[in-house]
Structures are given as C-alpha cells and as structure tokens.
C-alpha cells in the first residue's frame, strides 16, 4: 500500500483494494461537522424502531422494479455525510431525467446497513470498516447481524485521521500516547470505532492498552483539553476542505502539535483492512491557520462509500453512477468534500474484494472500461 502526496482536494490513497489506486475528498460537515454523521448507529442501529417498512412501503425501498422504475431512496445520516447526499440529490435532479432520488435521514452509517436490511430503504451511504463488519459479522454486528448487507456502487469520501497533542504534554510520537488521556471522539462515531481498531491490533496494542480513554461527547472535548483533562486527541476531517467542528475549536483555543506516527503505527494503519492510508501536505490542510509543527501529515482513513441493496434495480444504480462520474464537477459544486474524480476508475477507489459491488455499478465500469477484474459482481438478492 502505497502513501502519496495529496495536493488540496486532488490526492491518492494506498487504499487496500487490489490494484485499485484513486482520488478522493472528505469533510467532517458543512458547517465544522461533529462527527454525528459518523455514529455506529447504537441509538437505533437494531432499525426495530422503523422495521414496519413505514417510510419505505410503497415498494420502492428494495424493488428491483422494471426500467421505467428509476427509484433510489437514499439513507443518509446527519452532518457532513448528509451534505454529500443533498449535493448528490441535486445534481441528479438537474442532470438526470429518468432517476428519482430522495434523501431519507438514518441514523449513522451501521444505523443505514441495518434500516437497509429491513427495506427501509434500497440505497445508503455507510462506510468499508462497517460492512466488512457485517459481512463478518464481527462488531457490532456480533451479536446481531443482518441477512441482507448493502453492495457497492462508489466512493463518496473519506475521514481522514490523525493525532494532535495539547503543548506541554512531553507527546511527541505515538509510543509517548502510552499512560495519556486520550480522547479518539465521542463513543458511538466510527471515527473513533475506526481508529481504535486500528490502534488495538499488533504491533500497536501495547501503546493502546497503556492510553487512557477518554469518553465525552465533541462538545465537551475542547474545554476538556483546554483544562488539561485531555493530553491528545484525534484530529479528522476533508484534506484541502476542512476539519470537523470539535478539532477547528481546539486548535483555535489551544496550542497543539502533531503528533509524529511510528512505524508500529503506519504498519498498525496500513496492514488494518477497514481502513486505507495516506499523506497530507499540512500547508493544504491546516487547522484554523495554526502551526502543529510538521509539513505534512500520515493519516488512516474512513472510507465512507455509496451502497445498494442487491434488489436495488440495476438500472437505475447505472443512471447514478452516471451522473456522478459525467457531472462529478456538478456535485462537487454543491458540496465539494465529494470526491473530485479524474477518472471514472476512481470510482472504484475504496473497493475492496470482500466487498461485492452491486451489478448495476459492475455494468457502468465496465461500460466505461474501468472495472477491475479482482472485484466480485454481487448477487441479485
């Protein structure tokens, strides 16, 4: 897996799918973003609450339908990820005239996999981490997995993460993060579930178990560090876009520094298969203009993703990709944490092979010779 450079809103991740190299842009929300949109969906992930099919009964949540039935009810959590969503909504509602899109909101993105599972909806954005955990159901799936578990169609954005340290903590590299209190984000987001997992595996577990967890939610984080209650957070958000809310605070409040990776770290990061990896230019991505004291930054990534049920009629999962990949500019007008695409193989940058992807995708990459032979067609149902 391969680090590169990343130029503001253009940049290449090492993202863990076989041959498949590609750019991408993510945020933490329009409006700084506290992550909610990243929650695993503990508040109403079981979908028991909505399982009567309510808001999807009219047969267009998981209809394979015929091809005048271009329907795709979107779940799409709060925040940022539902900023995404409405950017996409628009653009296909100016540049399509046979799809209907419609935003339902849904509670986090392990929330979106189970609502999916009972029909609510037939299309969802979610991300790598939580659906390899259903496919295996390890997790929070464990306990309660799902029958049905979405395909993919395309890479929305990711969350890219690192960890800044308050000045005066004696942090300077990961190792130093052992005996701290640490806060990687409010219990529930899966930024956090996400970094955790990567920290908690060899050859990073010592550090890990030796960190002092912090558990609060982002809006009592900054008073928290600014008190010296919190030695080192995570800091995650869109390169060359913006932070999420909590991190733009704390670095307008407190002197910070970025604390430097080891290679434990980077192996922790990069060999961990819900995550992908990359490099940021820090002069294209700083926190509210402060000096964290390095040029660039490693970062582990979220990869959040649009998902199909296997139902979802593959004709109108085609029209969509379409219209993200020939008016990728269009969404990114409307919100520019979307991925800005180069080429239509980029696409498929966060795919992974335990992953299948929904055959209304399969036919438009391969329509577009851009499908990737080491990727697996999904089943019909």
Not at 91 to 119: C, F, H, K, W
Not at 125 to 153: H, M
Not at 207 to 236: K, L
Not at 249 to 260: F, G, K, Q, T
Request: charged fraction near 25%; charge should be negative; proline fraction near 4%.
């Amino acid at each position: 897996m391969a680090d590169k450079s990343i130029d503001r809103r253009r940049f290449l991740y090492g993202t863990g799918a076989v041959g498949i190299t590609g750019l991408a842009g993510c945020s933490g929300g329009g409006d700084g973003g506290d992550g909610s949109d990243g929650s695993d969906g503990s508040d109403g992930s079981d979908g028991s609450d909505g399982s009567d099919g309510s808001d999807g009964s009219d047969g267009s949540d998981g209809s394979d339908g015929g091809s005048q039935d271009l329907t795709l009810r979107v779940g799409t959590s709060a925040g940022g990820t539902q900023d995404v969503g409405l950017a996409v909504e628009r653009a296909v509602s100016q540049e399509s005239d046979t799809l209907s899109y419609s935003t339902i909101e849904s509670p986090g993105y392990i929330g979106t996999i189970r609502r999916m599972a009972n029909n609510q909806f037939n299309a969802g954005i979610t991300d790598n981490n939580s659906l390899s955990k259903a496919l295996d159901e390890t997790g929070a799936f464990s306990e309660q997995p799902v029958e049905r578990i979405p395909q993919y169609g395309f890479y929305a954005f990711p969350y890219s993460i690192y960890v800044i340290a308050r000045d005066g903590t004696g942090i300077e590299t990961f190792d130093d993060l052992a005996g701290a209190n640490v806060y990687p984000a409010e219990p529930g987001y899966s930024t956090r579930a996400t970094t955790l997992d990567v920290w908690s595996q060899d050859p990073t577990a010592d550090i890990y178990d030796q960190m002092n967890i912090q558990n609060m939610g982002v809006d009592s984080a900054p008073g928290a560090m600014e008190e010296g209650n919190i030695d080192a957070c995570i800091a995650y958000g869109t390169p060359g876009v913006r932070y999420t809310g909590f991190v733009q605070e704390i670095a307008s409040r407190i002197d910070i520094h970025y604390v430097e990776p080891t290679d434990a770290l980077r192996q922790s990061a990069e060999s961990y298969p819900g995550a992908g990896t990359g490099t940021t230019s820090y002069a294209d991505w700083s926190i509210a203009d402060a000096d964290i004291g390095t040029d660039e930054v490693f970062h582990w990534n979220l990869e959040v993703n649009y998902t199909f049920n296997p139902e979802a009629n593959p004709d109108a999962v085609y029209e969509l990709c379409r219209v993200v990949d020939e008016h990728n500019d269009t969404v990114n007008e409307g919100e520019e944490q979307f991925n800005d695409f180069e080429s239509t193989a980029d696409m498929l940058a966060s795919a992974r092979e335990n992953i299948p992807v929904h055959r209304g995708a399969v036919q438009y990459y391969k329509d577009n010779d851009a499908w990737d032979d080491n990727l697996t067609e999904g089943d019909s149902a």
